[in-house]
């Protein structure tokens, strides 16, 4: 099973401002439905809280909830208490490709223990402010798969870029 990660980030390393995110990017948003659906998502609890009521569970997806809270119910989700957890569940379930798609911590987590083997990367090019950052990737750990650019226009406020990273 591949484990990807898949994040909005500013060129300032932002991926969050009070719980929700700091831009309006229509297509980050088509892109992302489009490349998890289908597939098994890890978020943390306030990532998860954070996606409106009226979209969680993310359709079309297995939604897995990563908290220490013994208690924490998230109906039409699969409640986890670790990644590993989170992993094993995915794995057991025949996944082929699981991704984690925030908060800052899970990510932490994943990159912290190497776990994560590939990155879909939403390169925003705007420095915006925030109060969750994404950690730095090491160059020497990464090699660039594929980029695609696009310019900012009527529905996107910011320029961006999708870049596909894989692990050396």
Do not use: C
Request: charged residues 25%; glycine residues 8%.
């Amino acid at each position: 099973m591949i484990v990807t990660a898949i994040v909005a980030v500013t060129e300032n390393g932002v991926i969050g401002r009070n719980g929700d995110l700091p831009w309006h990017l229509p297509d980050d948003m088509k892109y992302f439905q489009r490349i998890t659906r289908g597939h098994h998502v890890i978020t943390g609890r306030k990532n998860y809280e954070s996606i409106p009521p009226k979209y969680r569970p993310l359709k079309d997806r297995v939604n897995l909830v990563v908290t220490r809270d013994t208690t924490y119910h998230a109906p039409g989700a699969v409640v986890t208490h670790s990644l590993a957890e989170a992993l094993a569940y995915a794995h057991d379930h025949g996944e082929t490709e699981v991704f984690i798609i925030g908060g800052g911590q899970i990510y932490l987590e994943g990159l912290a223990s190497d776990l994560v083997e590939r990155f879909h990367l939403t390169r925003i090019h705007a420095q915006l402010d925030g109060d969750t950052r994404f950690p730095e990737l090491d160059p020497q750990q990464w090699r660039e798969v594929s980029r695609e650019h696009h310019p900012a226009d009527e529905r996107h406020a910011h320029a961006f870029s999708f870049i596909v990273l894989e692990r050396i």
